[in-house]
């Protein structure tokens, strides 16, 4: 099932980069060098989905990641770390079905987030003049 040794993948958000390295192992989880375990609870909750799945489908998680996330804020860096490490497990594994659970379940597990700030406009300070209504 596993043919990689070592890959690394990379996932975005806004302005965070996420770059995660699995290899063969015992299932810990890391970003930034610290156990996933010691984040608060929704953040927690976030990078635990992706190894939930692949549990669900695989039977078992037996390989270690290690995420290394630059930029962005807290929020931005959680969400590019689930999709690297989503990635990552799909790439590692060569798992179609796995893939497909992945994008059933959350597409932003599988494709990035494209949606960035809007950029200022020449002479003004902001990206928009006048407030924007949702309504007519």
């Known amino acids: 099932m596993v043919i990689e040794k070592n890959l690394v993948v990379s ?31 929704f953040k927690k ?17 037996d390989f270690d ?30 798992s179609d079905e796995l893939k497909k659970t992945y994008v059933r379940y959350d597409k932003n597990l599988m494709v990035a987030d494209t949606r960035r700030k809007e950029a200022n406009k020449p002479g003004d300070s902001k990206a928009r003049k006048k407030r924007q209504k949702s309504f007519r």
């Open 11 to 41: 996932g975005k958000r806004k302005t965070a980069i996420a770059k995660a390295m699995i290899k063969k192992g015992d299932g810990k989880v890391t970003i930034n060098k610290i156990p996933y375990e010691n984040l608060d609870f």
């Open 45 to 61: 909750l976030m990078i635990q989905e992706p190894l939930e799945i692949a549990k669900k489908v695989l039977g078992k998680v």
């Open 65 to 94: 990641i290690a995420v290394n996330v630059r930029g962005g804020g807290s929020e931005s860096r959680i969400e590019a770390s689930s999709l690297a490490i989503a990635r990552a497990i799909v790439a590692f594994t060569k």
